[in-house]
Structures are given as C-alpha cells and as structure tokens.
C-alpha cells in the first residue's frame, strides 16, 4: 500500500500496541519538540512537507484494508501541524475515513483538532492528547513551536463535551524536569473527562539529545550518567535504569488509581503496570 501501512515500530520487544495501520499526512513535524525520536530516522524531520497526491493515495490503500484494525493518526509526525489550517490533508483524510466506517485514533498536541470536531463527533473515533507538561516556561522550550498546555486542556475539554472519548500521553516523563508533575496533570485530565493515560519516559537518541542538553544544560548533567552509564541501550535508544523507570511508572499508575482513570505504559515493559484493554487508547474507540 502506499499511505496506509500496520504499525510496527522496529519490531521492539518492548512495544504492546494492539494491531494497527499507521497514517501520517504529513512528512516530518515542525512542532519542534527536543525529544522527539523521528527526527532520528527521517530526513529534514522539522521541516513538514505535505505528502502528495495524499487523497488519491488513501483512496486507493482504503480499498485493501481490513476494517476490524483502527487507523493510528499518526505516530511520527502530528496530524495538526500549523500547516494544517492551510494544507487541510488531515481534515479530508478524516472525512474519507468517516465514508469508509473505518476506526480512527488521532495522536496530536494542538488544540486544531476541534476544528474537525464537526467530523469527529460522527466517527469510531478516539483523540489522544500529549500533555508533558502544565507549566508554560517548560512547554516553550520543550516543545517550542507546539500549542501551549492551557490550549490543550481545553481542546480536552471540549472534545469531550462533543461525546469524542479521549486520553492523555503523559509522555516523556524526564527526571528532574517534569516527573513532580505526574499528580496534578493525572488529577486534571480526570476532571476533564479524559478516560485513559498512557505514558513513558524520556528515550535519549544522540540528535535528541543534543538539542535537550543544549536547552537544559543544568538538568542533562544530572542525567548523563543515568542514561549512559547506569542505564540500558534497547534498539536505537538509550533508557533511564529499568528500576528507575519502574518507580516512574509506578507512580504515575498509583496517580491513576487515585483518580480513577485507566493506565498503561508504553515500550517500558512493565506489563504487569497495564489495567486496560489496550495501551494505546484504541479500546475507547466505538465498534
């Protein structure tokens, strides 16, 4: 197929997604955020380009797919890049799934996807929200050109408020910058209705980071030897040491538990934390 394939992140022994097709209507991400691990394996990543002949193309894949499997939107690049509003690729690409009854779960961090709420409210769809962080100095330098939390919280808001279920990645959790967060942004997302988290810590490649130890010098020097000496390379990726991820993940469920929102983690391979059907939030999406 050309635009549609299953989802299948390096084969990682880690990964508990259910099956799913994998769509992105863009190329690369100008979002920005210095954690980002695509950025590692596609060239000029923060450059978005839109794909061409993209309706054409998912016209066709649609044709040859097998229903019972949702569409993950999308898994490297966000569907709502500010080149979105003029681009319009994700919203037509919603309104030819929607035809087709097919399920869809929309991963992004921009308040855009209300704009489709017209669509959405229709649709076997599901919309998860990354929220990392609640303060706004963090979020400019993590995430420089994404919208600010606040914005998301009340896309959250009303998303649910239009009957579309939703859920919250709490990912990545970064030690000393946003892990003492972890409570207050479960306890939120609850009260907003958001009926699942999923979360994970921080993977360190060398492009990521370098741009985060250059945004956050003081905080990359007390994770260097976390990362590098004490704890574990898993594919591509160099991991926090897996006792710490534990009790980061650990915390997060007791957070979940408190609240009453389901949790699971992902590609940290503490299954045993999982209390929901799925780890992706697919299971939320309507049959």
Known sequence: MQVLNFFDPWKNKLCTCPRKYSF????????????????????????????????KKLNSDLKKIDKRFPVSISNS??????????????????????????????????????????????????????????EEDIAKKLEPKAPPPEKRLKALEKLNENGIPTAVRLDPIIPFLN??????????????????????????????????????????????????????????????????????MRNVRKACDKYRITFSCCREGFFELNNSKSCDASHLISS
């Open 77 to 134: 690049s966000d569907p709502y890049v500010p080149e979105e509003e003029k681009f319009k690729l994700t919203r037509d690409s919603l309104k030819l799934f929607t035809l087709k009854n097919c399920k869809i779960l929309i991963i992004t961090k921009s308040d855009l996807v209300c704009r489709d709420i017209d669509i959405l409210s229709k649709a076997k769809a599901c919309v998860s929200m990354t929220i990392t962080t609640l």
């Open 179 to 248: 892990d003492g967060e972890v409570e207050k942004i479960v306890k939120i997302s609850a009260s907003l209705g958001v009926k699942h988290i999923v979360s994970s810590t921080y993977k360190a490649r060398p492009d990521n980071w370098q741009r985060f130890s250059l945004v956050f010098p003081e905080i990359s020097e007390k994770l260097k030897a976390l990362y590098f000496k004490e704890g574990e390379k898993i594919s591509n990726s160099f991991y926090l040491p897996k006792q710490l991820r534990f009790e980061i």
């Open 24 to 55: 992105s209507p863009y190329t690369g991400c100008s979002h920005s955020c210095l954690y980002c691990y695509a950025s590692s394996y596609i060239k000029n990543f923060f450059n978005c380009r839109p794909k061409n002949n993209l309706i």
